[in-house]
T-cell receptor, first 113, second 114 residues
Framework: RKEVEQDPGPFNVPEGATVAFNCTYS??????FFWYRQDCRKEPKLLMS???SGNEDGRFTAQLNRASQYISLLIRDSKLSDSATYLC??????????????FGKGTKLSVIP | NAGVTQTPKFQVLKTGQSMTLQCAQD?????MYWYRQDPGMGLRLIYY???????DKGEVPNGYNVSRLNKREFSLRLESAAPSQTSVYFC?????????????FGPGTRLLVL
């Protein structure tokens, strides 16, 4: 079983739509959770951290369910500029005592005019 | 601040050739990382350096070596390149102090091994 699994996508949505991405992780001891955004042929960049109580940043809402080992990202009122690949990322404590990020394969979003 | 810089941006190698990918950060971060990204595979950790003077293997270390030259610089070396090492390589850095910290990525090096 993959450590971090995401909806394969791609998601093609019209401008103004609401879109939701889901992600599951296999390590119940995972420490922290993130969504990164990666534009085509660019490096990944942090979109937002995901907190247990859920958190919102403008049009973006992230949720975490530790019991189900499930993370979600909701984008409201989609903009053309939201077109990108969204990476679900989990932070685990390694055997060497440091933290390592494990990345999902990503879900590609295309927002259509 | 330039953030994380990587050189070269693109490289074509023949099988068996060697090369070193360079990475530098100007954010005074303690931890640095090398990842590779292949289509359909997501990013995978090759090696990391939790602090100056230490390096550890990640998920896919075979065929690579690293050097943490100083706090700013972390290089990745391919001693004898193979076609399976064709990939996009990203260097990243973070403060190295907690679980919620951000990793900052460089722009990547696109490597083709023929």
């Amino acid at each position: 079983r993959k450590e971090v699994e995401q909806d394969p996508g791609p998601f093609n949505v019209p401008e103004g739509a609401t879109v939701a991405f889901n992600c599951t992780y296999s390590n119940s001891a995972s420490q922290s959770f993130f969504w990164y955004r990666q534009d085509c042929r660019k490096e990944p960049k942090l979109l937002m951290s995901v907190y247990s109580s859920g958190n919102e940043d403008g049009r973006f809402t992230a949720q975490l369910n530790r019991a189900s080992q499930y993370i979600s990202l909701l984008i409201r009122d989609s903009k053309l500029s939201d077109s990108a690949t969204y990476l679900c990322v989990v932070n685990n404590l390694s055997g060497a005592g440091s933290y390592q990020l494990t990345f999902g394969k990503g879900t590609k979003l295309s927002v259509i005019p | 601040n330039a953030g994380v810089t990587q050189t070269p941006k693109f490289q074509v190698l023949k099988t068996g050739q060697s090369m070193t990918l360079q990475c530098a950060q100007d954010m005074n971060h303690n931890s640095m990382y090398w990842y590779r990204q292949d289509p359909g595979m997501g990013l995978r950790l090759i090696y990391y350096s939790a602090s100056e003077g230490t390096t550890d293997k990640g998920e896919v270390p075979n065929g690579y070596n690293v050097s943490r030259l100083n706090k700013r610089e972390f290089s990745l070396r391919l001693e004898s390149a193979a076609p399976s090492q064709t990939s996009v390589y990203f260097c990243a850095s973070s403060e190295g102090r907690g679980t919620l910290e951000t990793q900052y990525f460089g722009p990547g090096t696109r490597l083709l091994v023929l």
